[in-house]
């Protein structure tokens, strides 16, 4: 079993930054793929960002390319998504996620976090 605990969320203005935070309690953190995805009210959860277990492969959904980034510590198990020059259309619950492959954690992620509000106004 794997807990994910996200952090990081707030309220920031369009333009902005904020960086949130997947603490992964797994003892075999660095086997897993991570990701990321998002949910706006009234809509479907969406995929938004993911990276290989070893760090060196990323996927980002094309509204985020060029403004997030994700990456990983596997010593601190520990996964990142730097949000930068954000949107009010980016707001929405941020959820932390994983699984077994990164074909599987863009999909149908195995374990997820409890999510994190990011809120941008305009």
């Known amino acids: 079993q794997v807990h994910l605990e996200e952090s990081g969320g707030g309220l920031v203005q369009a333009g902005g930054s904020l960086r949130l935070s997947c603490v992964a309690s797994?003892?075999?953190?660095?086997?897993?793929?991570s990701g990321w995805f998002r949910q706006a009210p009234g809509k479907e959860r969406e995929f938004v960002a993911a990276?290989?277990?070893?760090?060196?492969?990323?996927y980002y959904t094309d509204s985020v390319k060029g403004r997030f980034t994700i990456s990983r510590d596997n010593g601190k198990n520990a996964v990142w998504l730097q949000m930068n020059s954000l949107k009010p259309e980016d707001t929405a619950v941020y959820y932390c996620?994983?699984?077994?492959?990164?074909?599987?954690?863009?999909?149908?992620?195995?374990?997820w976090g409890q999510g994190t509000q990011v809120t941008v106004s305009s």
């Open positions: 996620a994983f699984a077994e492959t990164t074909a599987r954690v863009r999909t149908t992620p195995t374990y």
């Open positions: 797994a003892r075999t953190f660095s086997t897993y793929a």
């Open positions: 990276i290989s277990w070893g760090g060196l492969t990323t």
